[in-house]
Nanobody
Framework: QVQLVESGGGLVQAGGSLRLSCAASGRISSINVMGWYRQAPGKQRELVAVITNGGSTNYVDSVKGRFTISRDNAKNTVYLQMTSLKPEDTAVYYC????????WGQGTQVTVSS
């Protein structure tokens, strides 16, 4: 089992920044993919960004140039630095860990006011 604990969400004005963190614990493999997804009210959960243990990244087009995903393998922690936030970024953000199985965090609310 893998447990994921997210932190860093909150309320911010448009144009502001937030940094999300997700700490993984339990049966962690050195080879894995971690990422961030988000779900806005009435919408499906969507990929925001993912990063492999080797540091390869992928982003949804809508956040490219504004969000940066990174990780600290020694701490089993993944980060999402969000800048130039827009009201449409408002959602519950979920951390994901994938290695043979998929695990999800409990989610953290990000609200961007206009």
């Amino acid at each position: 089992q893998v447990q994921l604990v997210e932190s860093g969400g909150g309320l911010v004005q448009a144009g502001g920044s937030l940094r999300l963190s997700c700490a993984a614990s339990g049966r962690i493999s050195s080879i894995n993919v971690m990422g961030w997804y988000r779900q806005a009210p009435g919408k499906q959960r969507e990929l925001v960004a993912v990063i492999t243990n080797g540091g390869s990244t992928n982003y949804v087009d809508s956040v490219k140039g504004r969000f940066t995903i990174s990780r600290d393998n020694a701490k089993n922690t993944v980060y999402l630095q969000m800048t130039s936030l827009k009201p449409e970024d408002t959602a519950v953000y979920y951390c994901q860990y994938v290695r043979y199985e998929t695990y999800w965090g409990q989610g953290t609310q990000v609200t961007v006011s206009s």
